[in-house]
């Protein structure tokens, strides 16, 4: 069973930084592109970045390039997203998620697995 847990959300002030973390288990981590997407109330679940099995190719929505960083770490079955100079629009709950092709992909319909989600407030 495949299970993902985000944890290091919080309140942050504008400009400050968070690092959240998605711990997975009951797959081979190593094998799939992980993604980080974030959603508000009344919205569609956004893109924030990607990066694949091999962390060769890594992605990032136009709204967070240069701020957040996505990493991994295939021996703890872990990816990252590190995020700096946080706005109060980066408010909103932030998911982790497998895509178990072998595309590499921002759609949020191409991923299978989804973790509970963590928010993060960014205050002004």
């Known amino acids: 069973q495949v299970q993902l847990v985000e944890s290091g959300g919080g309140l942050v002030q504008a400009g400050g930084s968070l690092r959240l973390s998605c711990a997975a288990s009951?797959?081979?981590?190593?094998?799939?592109?992980m993604g980080w997407f974030r959603q508000t109330p009344g919205k569609e679940r956004e893109f924030v970045a990607l990066m694949n099995w091999s962390r060769s190719s890594t992605y990032y929505a136009d709204s967070v390039k240069g701020r957040f960083t996505i990493s991994r770490d295939n021996a703890k079955n872990t990816v990252y997203l590190q995020m700096n100079s946080l706005k109060p629009e980066d408010t909103a709950v932030y998911y982790c998620?497998?895509?178990?092709?072998?595309?590499?992909?921002?759609?949020?319909?191409?991923?299978?697995?989804w973790g509970q989600g963590t928010q993060v407030t960014v205050s002004s």
């Open positions: 009951g797959l081979t981590f190593s094998r799939y592109t």
């Open positions: 998620a497998v895509d178990s092709s072998v595309l590499t992909q921002s759609r949020a319909s191409a991923y299978d697995y």
